[in-house]
């Protein structure tokens, strides 16, 4: 059986594939497992619990509750927030436990359910495979006095609020900025930091009706961003997803500003401040070849992992950096957040603007982003991309034609029997050619 847990926690259809039942098993379970460890030695444990404003969001948290509670977790509800505000608030309130209830970017059918330890950080792997071995055990329920407690939380949004507005460095008096925040977590959040750090204020996608989250706007549909900020005049756009923790920008004249670009500003602003320990950004093998080349420029050392943000945030624990992110826009600050907080990015970004008194596209020349084309083969057998003699001769070959400036990226699918081929070059001609044959040899070879 597939592992029930992904990259960034329990995902599906809401009704169909993440169930009220299932929904409260693994509540139950991820108390029992956390209670085995002995994370609650010594005290009443307490659960905060939080969601987007997607409909199902409604009826799977009451289940989430009702399966802390019945478990003898006493549970806050945080109500909507962002995902990223879940997790500080998870530590701020000396919870044992967060619970965030949100399929991020994916439409409004689908949700999820993600886990937080006591710090804020997503629950490592094996514990995770703990919680999915204990769903549906029998064991002896609390009763009486023992049963959990359940309130709601007074004062949650104002001290997430109070923690971005902290962390922004300068005041962005002068800015005017239009925010898309999806019609999801952010709506309230993301308007009311922004106008408190002093920006001028232009909102769109920030009237959820539980349907129309994601819905053409937010951080994968950046057209209607695109348009507010001509129309208003704005100096900047920001996006986020439904829950928040990603950020795409838009420039004064509505060219899209992308992860790979915002980590390469902020990259060189923490260096400048002495804030980039060792000088080192951890980001994906996905990222642009132009972002590694203009770091390595700059002096600032890479750190490669495989794609997702908790592997990012692994490789910065390990290595004791404080800076990291995706091409898509998670970037984790290490020092202000425990995850990717897109509203917490957007801030720092609109600083660096407010700081150096420059617009927004001359900041994103501090890399060229090269070509890049992205290929899927479907129907092949995905376990030989990285064994196959003839693959690996024909990536050898394209690498060498390639040189310095290009590179290619052969990645199974995690989820289908298919093969995403991408290349990068230095024109988009030569970066769809490489693309295209190197497609022809998957097919060939692993059909």
């Known amino acids: 059986m597939a592992r029930l847990f992904g990259t960034d926690g329990v995902r599906g259809l809401a009704n169909r594939d993440l169930t009220a039942r299932l929904a409260m098993d693994l509540s139950v379970a991820a108390a029992r497992v956390l209670g085995e460890q002995g994370e609650f030695r010594g005290h009443r444990p307490l659960a905060v619990v939080g969601r987007d ?61 993600k886990f937080f330890d006591r710090y804020g950080h997503k629950l490592p792997d094996e514990t995770e495979d703990r919680i999915e071995g204990r769903l549906g055990e029998e064991w002896d329920w609390p009763t009486g006095a023992g049963v959990g407690r359940v309130r709601d939380a007074h004062g949650a949004v104002e001290q997430y609020v109070a923690h971005l507005v902290a ?55 950046l057209d209607a961003l695109r348009a507010a900020v001509r129309e208003h005049g704005a100096d900047a756009g920001i996006a986020n997803d439904g829950d928040a923790d990603r950020c795409l920008a838009v420039t004064a004249a509505g060219e899209v500003v992308d992860g790979d670009q915002i980590m390469a500003i902020l990259a060189l602003e923490m260096r400048e401040s002495g804030a980039l320990v060792n000088d080192t950004v951890v980001a ?26 908790r592997y990012v945030l692994e490789a910065m624990k390990a290595g004791g950096f404080v800076f990291g992110g995706e091409q898509s826009g998670h970037v984790i600050l290490l020092d202000h957040a425990t995850t990717g907080d897109g509203v917490l990015t957007g801030l720092r ?86 693309a295209e044959h190197l497609a022809g040899v998957v097919r060939t070879t692993l059909g």
């Not at 800015?175 to 930091?193: F, I, K, Q």
Request: aromatic share 2%.
């Open 53 to 113: 404003p997607r409909a199902s969001g409604e009826f799977l948290e009451a289940a989430v509750v009702a399966g802390l509670a019945s478990s003898g977790v006493d549970v806050l509800r945080l109500g909507v927030l962002p995902t990223p505000a879940v997790a500080y608030l998870t530590h701020q309130l000396h919870a044992d436990l967060g619970v965030m209830l949100s399929a991020s970017h994916n439409p409004a059918p689908d949700n999820g359910i």
């Open 167 to 221: 962390s922004v460095p300068v005041s962005l008096d002068g800015l005017r900025v239009v925010v898309d925040c999806a019609n999801g977590a952010s709506s309230d959040v993301a308007p009311e930091a922004l106008r408190r750090a002093g920006a001028e204020v232009v909102t769109i996608g920030t009237a959820p009706d539980g349907l129309n989250i994601n819905s053409g706007c937010g951080s994968t549909h």
């Open 349 to 434: 970004l609109l600083a660096a603007m407010a700081r150096r008194g420059r617009p927004l596209d001359e900041l994103a020349k501090a890399m060229t982003r090269l070509p890049q084309v992205l290929v899927n083969v479907k129907d092949v057998d995905k376990t030989r991309a990285k064994t196959s003699p003839e693959l690996a001769a024909a990536v050898a070959a394209a690498e060498a034609d390639l040189g310095e400036t290009g590179r290619v990226l052969i990645r199974p699918s995690g989820t289908e029997a298919m093969v995403r081929v991408m290349v990068e070059a230095a024109s988009q001609d030569q970066a769809q050619s490489v």
């Open 284 to 309: 994906t093998v996905m990222s642009n070849l132009g972002f590694k080349l203009a770091m390595r420029e700059a002096g600032i050392t890479v750190v490669e992992t495989a794609v997702g943000d």
